[in-house]
T-cell receptor, first 114, second 113 residues
Framework: GENVEQHPSTLSVQEGDSAVIKCTYS??????FPWYKQELGKGPQLIID?????GEKKDQRIAVTLNKTAKHFSLHITETQPEDSAVYFC?????????????FGKGTKLSVKP | DTGVSQDPRHKITKRGQNVTFRCDPI?????LYWYRQTLGQGPEFLTY????????KSRLLSDRFSAERPKGSFSTLEIQRTEQGDSAMYLC???????????FGPGTRLTVL
């Protein structure tokens, strides 16, 4: 069945360091891969996404890479700041036809120490 | 604020009671999704609407759960005869259409005593 594995489950870094979170998926037909940031008591916030026709996308300090052959994608955060502390979720889906529900990983709790 | 809104934000109920949650999507978004999130887990898909049509339901959506989107705008999720296992955060998301980004609301946290 469909599933997304996300690693690590917790990540602690010093302010200014980089953080990398990795996800693997099983459905080779998946073509959309968003990343969400969730702070305590709030809903998930979309921070970046990538579609299957590109291998990398960057937005300021955040980047996502996609390897379709290996079926994995990663979130890279550079120059981390304390306000980056949150739970990050990867997700995937196959857009097209009637599909569209996101399949989420179990999340990574990122702690950025000042 | 033009984001997705949900009401109520918190609901405490006794086992066996019925509860109803409301979601107001971003204006002109045709797709509306419901997800459930338990502690320490990612959101899990429940159901979604394309305008007023309910197109897909997860096997998580037992017959005690029903969702509507009568006019293709706001949606309601009702849980009948609540059980302690229903305790979770219920999240609503909307997207302009199929293939577009999904934006989440703040969620409704349900506690069943």
């Amino acid at each position: 069945g469909e599933n997304v594995e996300q690693h690590p489950s917790t990540l602690s870094v010093q302010e200014g360091d980089s953080a990398v979170i990795k996800c693997t998926y099983s459905d080779s037909a998946s073509n959309y891969f968003p990343w969400y940031k969730q702070e305590l008591g709030k809903g998930p916030q979309l921070i970046i996404d990538i579609r299957s026709n590109v291998g990398e996308k960057k937005d300021q300090r955040i980047a996502v890479t996609l390897n379709k052959t290996a079926k994995h994608f990663s979130l890279h955060i550079t120059e981390t700041q304390p306000e980056d502390s949150a739970v990050y979720f990867c997700a995937e889906t196959r857009y097209g036809g009637s599909q569209g529900n996101l399949i989420f990983g179990k999340g990574t709790k990122l702690s950025v120490k000042p | 604020d033009t984001g997705v809104s949900q009401d109520p934000r918190h609901k405490i109920t006794k086992r066996g009671q019925n509860v109803t949650f409301r979601c107001d999507p971003i204006s002109e978004h045709n797709r509306l999704y419901w997800y459930r999130q338990t502690l320490g887990q990612g959101p899990e898909f429940l159901t979604y609407f394309q305008n007023e049509a309910q197109l897909e339901k997860s096997r998580l959506l037992s017959d005690r759960f029903s969702a509507e989107r009568p006019k293709g705008s706001f949606s309601t999720l009702e849980i009948q005869r609540t059980e302690q296992g229903d305790s979770a955060m219920y999240l609503c998301a909307s997207s302009l259409d199929s293939g577009d980004e999904q934006f989440f609301g703040p969620g409704t946290r349900l506690t069943v005593l």
